[in-house]
């Protein structure tokens, strides 16, 4: 299997976004390409919904054209909220096979050109349809786990809103993040009540962004690990646990197994924080901590900037934003500029980093693993 | 109140053709009504379409399939609370036994 590494990787700014979807792509590509010219072997485009989002389909074709790469191979990738990390990872499959020898990744969405009524029913498709049909949303499954894992672990509702306080402190050292602005403990159980116990300040928002990461053959400072996916039953009501995600167990098992490492050798990790409980739960199934330890990580500050396992230094999918398409390519980018040291002042010494991605309601998940070399 | 069962052990609420845990044929049976609930929220920013707040129970069922339905009273939100599965409209509604 040939080697795969990392080369450039791009960013735009996430909130909301006047330009348009494929200028967003444009923006995170040219900041990829350090706007040299360059060709590619191949176009990987991470969007989880542009038909109904932007009203565009044949979105590939649209951004090969958009950035001028004529005859280039494009393909869009649709995988849930992981649909950046699953591009991610079918690029790395292109260039590791021998087929392409240098793959262009972008992801993206842009969401926000809608009211939240109408992002919120898109989004619940991702819901199976009978569970969907009982009015059920992503942020009221989130909240069925939060109540379950509250109850089991003792977890109490100032103590959940701390990962929002942890994320937004870190967020206000990234540039690239929507929101910029410390929140406390009181501004969240102030907030709008969503889905009971979770408020407005526990989900992650509506955004607009994208990324772009360039992958090669060519050795570079940073190489691709490890890679690891897997599915959960669709329905919530399947699954044996309502505390810990079978998916993100086994993605997780199969990213260290292939990267030779263990949860202890990670030095810092993005994970999919769509809500507060699941800054808690994700560490928990990656392996960092035991069931029911998180909370004491996130209490001591083990998962902040300076603790041993810091977690989600760009701000998380809570305050970076989410757009959904663009999240799992947003958490290499970040993981890329750790291991480069160029994260600026939310810089974490590392050199083996860790992204995990969720799509659906925590049923089709990715780890990845990167290393400096 | 129907659950389908498979020989690889898995048993889920409602009628279903194939095992999402191994893809065997399974089995439709009938229980009782009984449920338990394992978790719970109230829903106040609902899709399109629906009315705020719903009410939404996570129940253990006989034999220990979970389903998600609707809660028809706010009293029975708690964990433990045991009550009984009733359809309505060809739609599902979890209500607590008499305190």
Redesign the interface.
Known sequence: MTKVYVSGVGITKFGKRKESLQTLMYEAYVHATKNQEQEFDAIFVGCMNPDEFVGDSNFATLIADHLGLYQTPSVRIDNAPASGSAAFEQAFFSVASGHYEKVLVLAGEKMSIFP???A??IL?KLIDK???N????M??LA???T??YM?DYNLSREELALAAVKNHHNGTLNPYAQFQKEITVEDILKS???????RLYDCASISDGACAVILTASKTDVKVTGIGHATD???????DS?TSFNATKVAAKRAYKRAHRQPKDIDVAEVHDAFTILEIVNPEDLGFFKPGEGVAALIEGKTGLNGDKPINPSGGLKARGHPVGATGLAQICEIVWQLREEAGKRQVPANIGLCHNIGGFVNNNIVTILESC | MQVSTCTCG?I???HREQC??CGKSMITIDLGNDAIV?????????????KAP?F?V?VELEQG??????CKNENDLE?GRKGKIVIENEKYYFLGNTK
């Open positions: 939240t009524s109408i919120t029913r619940s009978y569970e969907r009982t009015g059920a949303t942020p009221a909240a069925l786990v109540r379950r109850h709008k009540m969503i889905a009971d116990p979770l039953f669709l329905s919530l009501q399947y699954r309502l | 898995k889920v609420a409602l999402p845990n394992l978790t719970y929220t109230t829903l106040y920013t609902v899709p399109e379409g629906f719903i939404l996570l399939a979970k389903l998600l339905c609707e964990i």
